[in-house]
């Protein structure tokens, strides 16, 4: 296979395992040519890359930004923009734990906070309140475990990953 041919079977890869994770396919196209460019590249080069408008472009260059895994790097004498993506794969796992966690985990908690308190006078409100405080504890659980994670550096990861598998 060419390298022309991996980058682009990568890309549509990183694009389709973006969306199977609810994110959105072109802002993980984006992201999977900033992964692979050995240069910072400026909107231009990504819409022309990937075939994309200019809206699309800067759109999903912002989210990537937003998320923590695009930076922004500003040449000297030069007036366009350059973004590079974080190569540090822990760094981008971490990223994306955190955002998810805010977005997905953390207003779960509040409703289930909310709904704890519910009465249980009668048999279905009982098991009503069981089940949520069963949820409300995993869910407390995996907030705690993500936290664990966010705040990692790579090699506890590793090193508890390794003594999971043995």
């Known amino acids: 296979m060419e390298l022309q041919q991996g980058k682009e079977k990568f890309i549509q890869s990183w694009g389709t395992l973006g969306s199977n994770w609810g ?62 993506a974080e190569k540090d794969m822990w760094e981008v796992v971490r990223q994306i734990i955190i955002h998810r966690k805010k977005k997905e985990l953390e207003p779960m908690l509040k409703v289930l906070d909310d709904i704890v308190s519910v009465e249980n006078e009668c048999p279905e409100s009982e098991e009503f309140c069981k089940v949520i405080r069963d949820i409300k504890l995993f869910s407390n659980k995996a907030d705690s475990t993500l936290d664990k994670l966010a705040h990692a550096d790579s090699n506890w990861f590793i090193g508890t990953f390794m003594k999971m598998v043995k």
């Open 23 to 84: 994110i959105n396919r072109t802002m993980a196209q984006v992201h999977a040519l900033l992964l692979i460019s050995p240069k910072a590249l400026t909107a231009e080069e990504i819409m022309e890359q990937l075939k994309i408008s200019r809206g699309n472009a800067n759109m999903n260059i912002r989210a990537l930004i937003d998320w923590g895994l695009v930076h922004k790097e500003l040449k000297p004498g030069e007036r366009k923009e350059y973004f590079m």
